[in-house]
């Protein structure tokens, strides 16, 4: 179980080393198929569908930039818990990623009816394939295999494995969005992209210190024979 977290600690910090290049890579890319692509770059968008892109930033963020992260720092604080305090963490976890299955699930619907969906960008592609992921995982949790259970390890290292695949890459996703609606609007996303950095590199750290609270009030304490 500890290499296991070790090991998320280490998908975390990787990360950070990995999306900006990513993202900028992405952008690049975007950038040139959008040119070659979207030939209606050039119009005016009505206001619904100014609106209908807002909204759909929004659900996405609340899924995969708020709830579905926040949802993982509270099953990892069940870990050091026990009894009724363990079990609201659970609770709470799944609560938070059931939320975050529909608003994405809402924000694809929204996709769907409202945009233009030829998938020509990373941005559509990378959302196609998470919510496929998501409901793969809200179902594998559905499934999950009663303790003492022979297939109980595989599966939680399998639904552990895909969550934390589903989260990191969700992120990314969300800064090619801020990409793709600064192109589409042609408005500043910096401020956004900032204040989101500074609420994922927040949840890091809490993530990251799970592991490490218990054993820092330790350092305080004097163990005498």
Request: net charge positive.
């Given at each position: 179980m500890r290499i296991l977290h070790s090991a998320a600690s280490l998908s975390i910090i990787s990360y950070c080393a990995v999306s900006i290049p990513f993202v900028a890579c992405s952008s690049y890319q975007d950038h040139v198929e959008d040119r070659k692509f979207n030939h209606k770059a050039d119009q005016q968008l009505s206001p619904k569908m100014v609106s209908d892109i807002n909204l759909h930033g929004v659900l996405l963020w609340a899924s995969m930039g708020f709830l579905m992260p926040l949802g993982v720092i509270a099953?990892?604080?069940?870990?050091?818990?026990?009894?009724?305090?363990?079990?609201a963490l659970i609770y709470l976890h799944f609560v938070?990623?059931?939320?975050?299955?529909?608003l994405a699930t809402t924000g694809a619907i929204m996709s769907i009816k409202s945009f233009e969906n030829s998938f020509y960008n990373n941005?559509?592609?990378?959302?196609?394939?998470?919510?496929?992921?998501?409901?793969?995982?809200?179902?594998?949790?559905?499934?999950?295999?009663?303790?003492?259970?022979?297939?109980?390890s595989t599966w939680y290292f399998v639904h552990w494995i895909l969550g934390t695949v589903i989260s990191l890459v969700g992120i990314i996703n969300i800064y090619t969005g801020f990409s793709a609606y600064r192109r589409k609007m042609s408005r500043s996303t910096r401020l956004l992209a900032i204040l989101f950095t500074a609420q994922v590199s927040f949840m890091a750290f809490v993530y990251l210190f799970q592991d490490r609270w218990e054993h820092m009030q330790q350092q305080g304490v004097s163990f005498r024979r």
């Open positions: 099953v990892r604080m069940s870990h050091r818990e026990e009894g009724g305090r363990r079990k938070l990623q059931i939320l975050s299955v529909l941005h559509q592609r990378i959302g196609l394939g998470l919510y496929g992921a998501i409901w793969v995982q809200a179902v594998a949790g559905f499934l999950r295999p009663h303790r003492g259970n022979k297939r109980r």
